[in-house]
């Protein structure tokens, strides 16, 4: 059974950084784009920054120049380097993986980010 296990969540001060961690395991297999999204309290859930298999990476204009995606394709790791912080970037951060088949959801890791 597939599992995204995602890790680095905590309490930041503003201008602080955090780094999560996301490892997909249990067969899975293909993979094609990784992401981070991202859910404020009372908000919808939002792209924060994807990743494809070829490494191109795309981010939302609201963590550009402060967030950096990358993967290890041989670990099936997606991480997202979190420099900056401000307290708007509170949220429940979702990992997202997709493969040609499925597409998969991790549990959630909260950040919380204090002004």
């Known amino acids: 059974q597939v599992q995204l296990v995602e890790s680095g969540g905590g309490l930041v001060q503003a201008g602080g950084s955090l780094r999560l961690s996301c490892v997909a395991s249990?067969?899975?297999?293909?993979?094609?784009?990784m992401g981070w999204y991202r859910q404020a309290p009372g908000k919808q859930r939002e792209l924060a920054a994807v990743?494809?298999?070829?490494?191109?990476?795309d981010y939302a204009d609201s963590v550009k120049g402060r967030f950096t995606i990358s993967r290890d394709n041989a670990k099936n790791t997606v991480y997202l380097q979190m420099n900056s912080l401000k307290p708007g970037d509170t949220a429940v951060y979702y990992c997202k993986v997709v493969t040609y088949r499925s597409v998969y959801w991790g549990q959630g890791t909260q950040v919380t980010v204090s002004s």
């Open positions: 249990g067969g899975i297999f293909a993979i094609n784009a």
């Open positions: 990743i494809t298999s070829g490494g191109m990476t």
